[in-house]
């Protein structure tokens, strides 16, 4: 079982950038792939960027790609997402999410991640 716990959303302006942080409780956050996804009012949760257990590999959705960074420290239990350049629609709630206990690998399907944190605000004004 593995909690988490989103900050760092907030009101920015287009151009700027955030940096979300998500804490993880449990002795093993290093067996757990994680993720982040976002969902904006009326739209699908919708894959943003994903990283193995080990932080080797990454991935990222084509609308984020070269602005967003996704990396973990296995010691906090931390997973981050620095977003760059941010435009208006990236606006949305953006969500941590854990795969299950041994995945090591990444995955933009949000029905192959078991946790969830609660969300955190993010909006992007023009």
């Known amino acids: 079982q593995v909690q988490l716990v989103e900050s760092g959303g907030g009101l920015v302006q287009a151009g700027g950038s955030l940096r979300l942080s998500c804490a993880a409780s449990?002795?093993?956050?290093?067996?757990?792939?994680m993720g982040w996804f976002r969902q904006a009012p009326g739209k699908e949760r919708e894959f943003v960027a994903a990283?193995?257990?080990?932080?080797?590999?990454?991935y990222y959705a084509d609308s984020v790609k070269g602005r967003f960074i996704i990396s973990r420290d296995n010691a906090p239990n931390t997973v981050y997402l620095r977003m760059n350049s941010l435009k208006p629609e990236d606006t949305a709630v953006y969500y941590c999410?854990?795969?299950?206990?041994?995945?090591?690998?990444?995955?933009?399907?949000?029905?192959?991640?078991?946790?969830w944190g609660q969300g955190t605000q993010v909006t992007v004004s023009s």
């Open positions: 999410a854990a795969r299950p206990f041994g995945s090591s690998r990444g995955s933009t399907i949000p029905e192959e991640y078991d946790y």
């Open positions: 990283i193995t257990w080990s932080g080797s590999r990454t």
């Open positions: 449990g002795r093993t956050f290093s067996s757990y792939a």
